[in-house]
């Protein structure tokens, strides 16, 4: 029997226990909280639920987790257990998962290093089997907040799934033939790989340039200027797969294709017909690619064009350019020159007060069934 299961199921009774929670920082539900984990002999032993428990000894309310996040961090096993909080993940509340540590390229995990963890799931309580739930943040918890030394875990087999139900279905119906030929089809650990190359590279990323993540992330927090943000990361990891000599080629041509594939086409069909940032973010790319030719439409299918890295590279160009500003202009400044900057490619409706979707992707989203 998996040694995990018996802590699975413990947790999952008590959530059902619980629920619903009304204000899951009130000190008197965190009281009773610790001592239903106290008395559950399952859980007690466990040392993250001990670490838990000591933080609401510390932090009746719960507004701070050092323990639990040292224990975490320190990754004394491999096992994350909290209370979470979450308004982009609802199904998270009280939850328990097992996590393996996917491998990564030494020369990518040093030379682009960040507190990233690629992991594929081996136990998960019930919140953890969402399917929007791939990742889980430090402020994920329930103290809401995010030090510089704590990890930030993606969960690549549900990346892994997410392609291939979306994903896939789009690169044969929507691109010419030919355009991915490292990953159209390619077997489950190419894309596993791809895909913990893309999350490294993104958090790395996050943390670089004029206007870094988190330190302005109040300032990008606006629709349009999030989506900007994951567009400028995404980007710019797509570049360093193309253009450090020092990766593995075929590695790094798998991830630059599966980054674009991403980018391009699956998150341009969310949120329809309401799109969400990563949406925006897409009609943004598909529209400057296709206005400075890197892709082009021909007979229903999207074409990349020899010229895609260059348009690529000037593109982000143009949003670092922007973000320079902030060396002598005030940031409301820059945050206007970004806005428009991303306003110039996308379909703003200013009586909706919102983005309008490509036509193009959501014709494909209705054909596809997505």
């Known amino acids: 029997m998996d040694p995990v299961a018996p802590v699975i199921a413990e947790v999952n009774a008590l959530r059902r226990r619980l629920q619903p929670v009304a204000d899951p920082r009130d000190p008197v539900f965190l009281e009773r909280l610790a001592k239903e984990l106290a008395d559950s002999a399952e ?22 987790l050092r323990a639990t996040k040292a224990h975490i961090n320190e990754e004394r096993d491999n096992h ?31 030379r682009y290093a960040s507190n990233t963890r690629p992991v594929n799931l081996l136990a998960k ?7 929007v739930v791939v990742a889980l943040f430090p402020e994920n918890h329930l103290d809401g ?28 119906a929507v691109m010419a033939p030919g355009s991915f030929p490292r990953i159209q089809g390619a077997p489950d650990h190419v894309v596993e790989a791809a895909s913990s190359w893309w999350v490294r590279l993104h958090e790395y990323h996050h943390r670089q340039g004029d206007l870094p993540i988190p330190e302005f992330l109040d300032a990008k927090k606006l629709k349009p200027l999030a989506g900007l943000e994951e567009l400028r990361v995404d980007v710019s990891a797509m570049l360093v797969c193309l253009d450090d000599a020092q990766l593995p080629e075929q590695q790094a041509r798998a991830a630059y294709e599966y ?9 341009a069909v969310e949120g329809i017909p309401r799109p969400n940032y990563d949406a925006v973010a897409s009609q943004l790319l598909f529209s400057y690619l296709t ?80």
């Open 259 to 267: 980054i674009l594939a991403e980018r391009l086409l699956r998150y």
């Open 125 to 131: 309580s019930e919140g953890f089997k969402s399917r």
């Open 291 to 370: 206005e400075h030719r890197g892709i082009r439409l021909r007979d229903g299918l999207i074409e990349l064009a020899p010229e895609l890295p260059a348009v690529l590279a000037a593109f982000l160009g143009e949003i670092r350019a922007i973000e320079r500003r902030i060396r002598t202009e005030p940031l409301e400044r820059v945050r206007a020159g970004l806005l428009e900057f991303t306003n110039r490619y996308t379909d703003y409706d200013p009586q909706a007060k919102d983005y309008r979707h490509i036509p193009f992707f959501a014709e494909v989203k209705q054909r596809l069934g997505l």
């Open 145 to 172: 907040r995010q030090d510089p030394d704590d990890l930030i875990f993606y969960f690549i087999d549900k990346f892994v799934e997410r392609h291939n139900r979306i994903t896939r279905k789009m690169i044969d």
């Open 80 to 110: 994350v257990f909290s209370f979470f909080d979450a308004s982009y993940f609802p199904k998270l509340s009280l939850d328990y998962l097992a996590y393996r540590t996917l491998p990564t390229d030494p020369h990518l995990a040093v």
């Open 43 to 64: 859980l007690s032993r466990q040392p993250i639920v001990r670490a838990f428990l000591a933080d609401l000894r510390d932090s009746p309310d719960g507004s701070r």
